[in-house]
C-alpha cells in the first residue's frame, strides 16, 4: 500500500554537518555545500553568487533549500515546495567542454535523478527530454504518457566575467520526495512518498550529487562525446521520449514540429522523423502524444 505523506506530518530538516562529512572533499565530490531554510529559486540565488563572487564557489558545490519559494522551470513557469517535503538543490559545475556540448548537460541530471530515485527503491524512472524525470502510471496524462513527473531539471550557464576559463554552469534539480497528492502543483506529478517510498532526502542528495558528478566527469574524459563516454547509450535506456510519438512547441512559439523521437544528437538536441523528413529540436517542450 502507497504511503500517504499526511500519515506523518512530522518532516525532519537535513543534517547539514552529517551532509558535509559526507560529501565534502576527500570524503565526497564536492568542493562547498550550503543548506539554507528558505530560497526563492536556488539556481538564480546561486548564479547570483558566483557573479558576485566567484572565487567563494569552486566547482563542485551545491546550495539546498529546505522550502523554496519560487522555483523556476522551463519557459519561466514558476512553482513552489512544502517546507522539507521536496529535494531542491542547485549544483555549480564547471565543465571542460565545448560549448555545443553543454546541451547533454540537463539530460546527464536527468540520469543522475533516476539513479537516485531508484536507490530510493522506486524502480522504473525514465527521462523525457530534455528536462523531466517521470514515474510509471496506470494511465496516461496529457503530454507525458502512462508516467506522472516526479522531477524537474533546469541547467543555466553563468559566463565568465572576464571571458576566460570554463563557463560556469548551474544545474537545478526539484525532486518530489514527501508531498501528498494536495501539495503536488498539478495532477500529473507524483512523489516519492506517494510511490510508496519513505526516502530520506539527505540520502538522495548524496546519490544525485555522486552520480552527477559522475557522469560529467565520463563526458569530459570522452571530450564531450556522448557515444564514446557510453552516455548516450545509457540515455537512450532510461528515456521515456524516444520511440515515442511527440509534439514539439519550439521556444519562442516560432514552430510546432511532430513526429517519432528517433535519438538524441551529438549536441543533446533531439532528433524526430517527420512526414517530411528529420527534424532536430535545440529547445522547446515536449509532449508526449497518445497512441490509437
Not at 534539480?173 to 539527505?202: C, F, I, K, M, Y
Not at 557510453?230 to 521556444?251: I, N, P
Not at 513526429?259 to 515536449?286: C, H, K, P, S
Request: aromatic letters at 2%.
Amino acid at each position: 500500500m502507497s504511503h500517504d505523506p499526511r500519515d506523518d506530518p512530522r518532516r525532519d530538516p537535513l543534517d547539514l554537518p552529517s551532509l558535509r562529512r559526507d560529501l565534502l572533499a576527500p570524503a565526497g565530490p564536492l568542493a562547498r555545500l550550503d543548506v539554507v531554510e528558505a530560497s526563492g529559486s536556488t539556481n538564480a540565488d546561486l548564479a547570483d553568487a558566483v557573479r558576485r563572487a566567484p572565487g567563494e564557489w569552486p566547482a563542485p558545490a551545491a546550495l539546498v533549500a529546505e522550502h523554496q519559494t519560487a522555483g523556476r522551470g522551463r519557459a519561466g513557469r514558476g512553482w513552489q515546495t512544502p517546507p522539507r517535503a521536496a529535494l531542491t538543490v542547485s549544483v555549480l559545475l564547471r565543465p571542460r567542454l565545448e560549448p555545443a556540448r553543454l546541451g547533454w548537460l540537463p539530460l546527464l541530471a536527468g540520469l543522475a535523478v533516476a539513479r537516485a530515485v531508484d536507490a530510493a527503491g522506486v524502480p522504473g524512472a525514465a527521462v523525457k527530454w530534455p528536462n523531466d524525470v517521470l514515474l510509471p502510471a496506470a494511465d496516461d496524462a496529457a503530454g507525458l504518457g502512462p508516467f506522472r513527473k516526479v522531477a524537474g531539471v533546469l541547467a543555466e550557464v553563468v559566463p565568465a566575467l572576464d571571458g576566460q576559463g570554463p563557463a560556469a554552469v548551474v544545474v537545478g534539480v526539484g525532486l518530489n520526495v514527501d508531498q501528498s497528492a494536495a501539495e503536488l502543483p498539478v495532477p500529473t506529478a507524483t512523489s516519492l512518498a506517494l510511490e510508496g517510498a519513505r526516502a530520506d532526502r539527505g540520502a538522495l542528495l548524496g546519490t544525485l550529487v555522486r552520480e552527477l558528478v559522475g557522469v560529467v566527469a565520463d563526458l569530459e574524459a570522452a571530450r564531450g562525446d556522448a557515444d564514446a563516454a557510453g552516455l548516450a547509450a545509457r540515455y537512450a535506456a532510461a528515456s521515456a521520449t524516444l520511440g515515442t510519438a511527440v509534439r514539439a512547441e519550439l521556444a519562442g512559439g516560432r514552430d510546432v514540429v511532430e513526429g517519432e523521437a528517433v535519438r538524441v544528437a551529438a549536441d543533446g538536441a533531439l532528433v524526430l522523423a517527420t512526414a517530411g523528413g528529420e527534424r532536430t529540436v535545440t529547445a522547446g517542450d515536449v509532449h508526449h502524444l497518445r497512441t490509437a
